[in-house]
């Protein structure tokens, strides 16, 4: 099938089962959300206590076990590694930090458009807006330089780290945390939840679905076919909220929103900042390192800290709006990811040449 097909069929189908989810039990506007899922994951580990947010959601491992059997199967999957790994975790910190202001990854950004939540139209243009500020770095030679062909067994250290979860979420050990109210008790049925994202993860590691690339490569290459997949979900998602009725227009009482749009903004902004020193949004970091990537994985982990660090020290916003430590937090976040863009820039030193001949002849 034609790549531009393949991809624009993912996101129909990405769509499709977001809204199935919710029509399931998912929070609403909420059926796949990376940052959200991988939220409530951290707190069922008690990395937070934020009680109304924490579940093992089997969607996140269903991402990066998807991937990793379809990469299997089509000879893609490869470990490699050591492209800056620590700085991928602070980088990963801080997309978790901005997403969780704005509530919602980029394609719960695309989500919330589809059922008619205003709140996330700055969202999308800080998201773009930060994506291109993250080019002016990367036109200027910004790097983490590149990853390495590694042992194999590195590669299938995150996919047994997803099993794992799933694991945990079917025996529900006493130290696993599970929500009785608010977002993180609503969930759509367990196979339901893990099949769709399996599907998910299998769709996107053949079309290699990423918001960051869509909009990238608008901006750099004036090619649509990466983000022809965003269309994709956003017209599934809009006709199965009209056909059930769970469409609604408007800024004010939108499902796990708020309407401070400067933070809707901003908040989007560090997010697409981030992705674009990363190479991927949050979905595209599970779909690598179910590949076998483990600098996605690494990045992952940071967004699993950054999750952990919001709610500990409220930083997360909230329905309420965006409190005081969450606008420092998404300012420090930005100024952070700008030296570290800077700091990872290929800058050439010039050589001065020696006038001096008998110098010279010394060396």
Same mark, same amino acid.
């Given at each position: 099938?034609?790549?531009?097909?393949?991809?624009?069929?993912?996101? #129909?189908?990405?769509?499709?089962?977001?809204?199935? @989810?919710?029509? *399931? %039990?998912? !929070?609403?506007? +909420?059926?796949?959300?990376? /940052?959200?899922?991988?939220?409530?994951?951290?707190?069922?580990?008690?990395?937070?206590?934020?009680?109304?947010?924490?579940?093992?959601?089997?969607?996140?491992?269903?991402?990066?076990?998807?991937?990793?059997?379809?990469?299997?199967?089509?000879?893609?999957?490869?470990?490699?590694?050591?492209?800056?790994?620590?700085?991928?975790?602070? #980088?990963?910190?801080?997309?978790?930090?901005?997403? @969780?202001?704005? *509530? %919602?990854? !980029?394609?719960? +950004?695309?989500?919330?458009? /589809?059922?008619?939540?205003?709140?996330?139209?700055?969202?999308?243009?800080?998201?773009?807006?930060?994506?291109?500020?993250?080019?002016?770095?990367?036109?200027?030679?910004?790097?983490?330089?590149?990853?390495?062909?590694?042992?194999?067994?590195?590669?299938?250290?995150?996919?047994?780290?997803?099993?794992?979860?799933?694991?945990?979420?079917?025996?529900?050990?006493?130290?696993?945390?599970?929500?009785?109210?608010?977002?993180?008790?609503?969930?759509?049925?367990?196979?339901? /939840?893990?099949?769709?994202?399996?599907?998910?993860?299998?769709?996107?590691?053949?079309?290699?679905?990423?918001?960051?690339?869509?909009?990238?490569?608008?901006?750099?290459?004036?090619?649509?076919?990466?983000?022809?997949?965003?269309?994709?979900?956003?017209?599934?998602?809009?006709?199965?909220?009209?056909?059930?009725?769970?469409?609604?227009?408007?800024?004010?009482?939108?499902?796990?929103?708020?309407?401070?749009?400067?933070?809707?903004?901003?908040?989007?902004?560090?997010?697409?900042?981030?992705?674009?020193?990363?190479?991927?949004?949050?979905?595209?970091?599970?779909?690598?390192?179910?590949?076998?990537?483990?600098?996605?994985?690494?990045?992952?982990?940071?967004?699993?800290?950054?999750?952990?660090?919001?709610?500990?020290?409220?930083?997360?916003?909230?329905?309420?709006?965006?409190?005081?430590?969450?606008?420092?937090?998404?300012?420090?976040?930005?100024?952070?990811?700008?030296?570290?863009?800077?700091?990872?820039?290929?800058?050439?030193?010039?050589?001065?040449?020696?006038?001096?001949?008998?110098?010279?002849?010394?060396?």
């Amino acid at each position: 099938m034609d790549q531009k097909k393949i991809v624009i069929f993912s996101g #129909i189908a990405v769509g499709a089962l977001a809204v199935l @989810l919710t029509l *399931l %039990g998912n !929070p609403p506007n +909420m059926g796949i959300c990376g /940052a959200c899922f991988i939220r409530d994951i951290a707190g069922a580990l008690g990395l937070h206590r934020a009680e109304i947010v924490q579940y093992l959601r089997p969607e996140i491992p269903g991402f990066i076990l998807g991937s990793f059997i379809i990469s299997l199967f089509s000879g893609e999957f490869r470990a490699r590694g050591g492209s800056a790994p620590l700085t991928r975790f602070v #980088i990963g910190f801080f997309v978790m930090v901005g997403a @969780l202001v704005f *509530l %919602g990854c !980029p394609l719960r +950004m695309v989500l919330r458009l /589809a059922a008619g939540d205003l709140n996330a139209v700055p969202a999308f243009f800080g998201f773009a807006a930060g994506i291109y500020y993250g080019l002016f770095f990367i036109k200027k030679g910004y790097s983490l330089g590149r990853s390495y062909k590694m042992p194999q067994g590195n590669g299938y250290i995150m996919p047994a780290f997803a099993f794992v979860l799933l694991v945990l979420a079917v025996l529900a050990p006493s130290f696993i945390f599970f929500s009785e109210k608010g977002p993180g008790s609503m969930r759509a049925p367990f196979l339901a /939840a893990l099949a769709a994202g399996l599907i998910v993860g299998m769709a996107a590691q053949r079309s290699r679905l990423c918001m960051q690339g869509g909009i990238r490569d608008i901006f750099l290459l004036r090619d649509f076919h990466l983000f022809s997949g965003f269309i994709g979900i956003f017209l599934a998602a809009l006709t199965l909220n009209l056909a059930f009725g769970k469409f609604q227009l408007g800024f004010a009482n939108q499902p796990i929103a708020h309407s401070m749009h400067l933070w809707n903004f901003l908040g989007m902004f560090l997010v697409g900042f981030g992705s674009a020193l990363l190479g991927g949004c949050p979905l595209r970091q599970c779909i690598l390192a179910g590949e076998g990537d483990t600098d996605a994985g690494m990045a992952l982990l940071g967004m699993i800290a950054g999750a952990a660090f919001s709610h500990n020290f409220g930083i997360a916003a909230s329905a309420n709006g965006v409190g005081i430590n969450s606008q420092v937090a998404v300012v420090l976040g930005i100024i952070l990811l700008s030296f570290i863009a800077v700091s990872n820039m290929a800058f050439e030193i010039p050589v001065r040449k020696e006038r001096n001949s008998s110098y010279a002849k010394e060396a």
